[in-house]
């Protein structure tokens, strides 16, 4: 039986999420947040093949229970390339991403007019947002979309995955 990796206990306070850096197709980097804590249903020698589709795998372990991936960290660029790839068949691997819990506390820190990101810990970062906190956010953001606010809105994050029956 192996420890799992407890995330609770990473508590340094970090003004951001974790970031990764990608290769452009025209070349160059460029660096997105990892705004996603997702649970992939690949093989645990699938490791590699996840990193290559740029799955963050930093703070994942591997569950040998559920055979399943959890805890990978996904950018909103990487979880719309995931579903586009299952789509056509090119990514075999289910997975249900959910955004983090820093990430939602971001959100709701815009909605309440903030322009910066609340210093938060870690472990925010790592686990996914609490789905209830996440639904009345979203509404919230959606109310003031159809209301016709030009304020600036903060970026609404749904659960996004590619197994309806699991997603959350």
Known sequence: MSTRLDVMTQ???VNQPPTADFIRNE??????????????????????????????????E??????RWERCLLSEGVADLLEELHAE???????????SQG??????AQVRGETKRPKLPLWSYLVQADLERLEAVTG????????????EQATPRKPRGTDPANTP
């Open 62 to 67: 591997y569950d040998l229970d559920t055979l």
């Open 140 to 151: 919230q953001l959606e109310l003031r979309a159809t209301a016709g606010s030009d304020t």
């Open 11 to 13: 508590s340094q306070i």
């Open 89 to 99: 068949g090119s990514f075999p691997y289910p997975f249900q991403a959910v955004p």
């Open 27 to 60: 070349g160059g980097l460029v660096k997105e947040d990892l705004v996603y804590v997702a649970t992939i249903d690949a093989p645990v020698e699938k490791r590699q093949y996840l990193i290559d589709h740029g799955v963050d795998l930093t703070w994942a």
């Open 103 to 108: 990430e939602l506390e971001w959100i709701e």
